[in-house]
């Protein structure tokens, strides 16, 4: 993988090498032809001078010697060499070697030419000085005949240096061309690379999570549709996963509050989910036994059995027993679910402790027995007035009305107990829906205090409300009278003569505490923490005495946790008896 610097600087400088050579060789060749070609016009030019002031060593008068020695005076310093050869190709003289000892020059391509009329040139490797020499001959013409030939030559010029001249010009421009190509690579590539390394940042923060992220335009323009499609992309990858976020809160919300144990393994049996419900049920912490096989978390044969069954496409319900984590009878049903492919993805098992389910069942019946009980007493007592009234005990009218006072009472009891009942069904089956409001709980408890006033002259009992005026709570007005109620009830029966209750609400820390404290009998200590249990009475005889059913402080109990709120109780037998409700409250809305 190349960087894209490279890329472009090599796309570029390639070529660009390459026409400059191309060019440079395009010159070169005709520079040098016009050159020599110059250079051997000129010398023709010489030959024809040469031929016409040549024509007096043709009078057969003058020795070799003597022309040689005339053409070397004529020659001087020019770095010329001039020959004269007669028709037959001997030489008569020459400026540089003595004519008499050279060979004959007829065969000379130059000398040729002229002896048949023609002005030419000709270029060789000199024999004698292997340097390459540029010959011009011209005919030597007296009274219109050729008499001789007249040659001029010299040493072809070094052309080297011209052409390095004209390399050197390329070369420096071509390290210019490659300065402007370096430069302007790198100028395009930080450009590109920005805008490319924007997408790539926002890429990888949207794979890291960050799904609100999005690309400012590019500086590129051929990028923008990119930068745009990216954009969307996100968006619906945010979208989507919302989507599927809410869809797993939801799935998980669901799952967290369900009574019900739900445990989802994989095809493999890896358990993938457990909910809360199913991790109390099998005595495990989910997120230790998530990704694990079932087998190894839970040893049972028939569990891995049962669970492998549905894993292959059954639905299954079995009863089981298991050892670890802890002893339990196991009530299962297990699903396949199956991925659009048709295989099974998943296994959806329910589960269920079969002797939780019993013990559920051992308190409905021992409530059903309890309630009997504290119905048979009233209904014996009923029956047996109504009987001695048949018997005769009417026609004693004194008697007949202590029986009728009687039988108001028991019935008066009766109703109370059946009142109390439904309020505590209704409670513990949570089907009792709050309705919140917001009001003074100062002038709730006024108002409750106020309904007591019969009951507190009949026991002789004053009843004070104290506590913070003007003060504001959300809550069930109804639910947290009959809580109100309870407590005061109590607080009046169990009481003395001249004892005295004091009902209070003040602020507390996060919400708001309700206290009805009385100076009356109060309680030995051990017998609280079950005083809030249903039908459980620390004095029996005043509770039938009273009329009490054993229900009150169990109400408040659960109107008190409907609310999210704690009831507690301190007492002292002889002294009396405070009991505290605290409601948490959301803190005030901010303006
Ligand atoms: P009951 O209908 O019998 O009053 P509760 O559930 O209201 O039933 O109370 C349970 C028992 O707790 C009562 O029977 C009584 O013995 C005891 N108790 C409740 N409140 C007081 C109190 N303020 N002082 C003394 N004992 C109380």
Redesign the pocket.
Known sequence: MRSLKLILITRYTLPVIAVLALLSLLVLFPIRTFVYSLEESDLEDQARLFAGQSRRFFTGEMAAEVIDAYLKELVGELPLRLTIIDTEGNVLGDSEFPAAQMENHAGRPEVAAALKGEVSSAKRESRTLEEVFIYAAAPVVIDGGIRGVARVSVEQRDIAPVTWRVWWIFLGALGLLLLVIVAASIWTERTVVKSLNDLREAVADVAAGELGRRVTAPEVADFSELADNFNAMAEQVRLRIEEADGERRKLETILDNVSSGVMVADAGNHILLLNPAAAHILNVEAKRVVGRRLIEVFPSTDLEAAVSRAAAGEGVEAEMELVYPRKMTLRLKSYPVKASDGRVAVTVNTLEDVAALRQVDRMRQDFVANVSHELRTPVATVRALTDSLLAGALEDRDTAVRFLRDLDRETTRLSQLIE?LLTLSRLEARETVLRMERFDPGELLAECVESKATLAAEYEVGVVVEGDPGMEVEADRRLLATLVG??L???I???RPGGKVYASCRAAPGGLAIE?R?T????PRE?LPR??ERF?????A??RE???????????KHIAELHGGVVS?E?EVGE??N?RVFLPQPPPAAV
Do not use: P
């Open positions: 109390d309870n407590l009830d109590n607080a029966k169990y009481n009805v009385d009356g009998v109060g309680m017998e005083v809030f459980y009475r620390v004095d029996r005043r509770s009273t009329g009490g059913t054993g229900l009150g402080l169990s109400i408040v109780v007492s009396g008896s009991f």
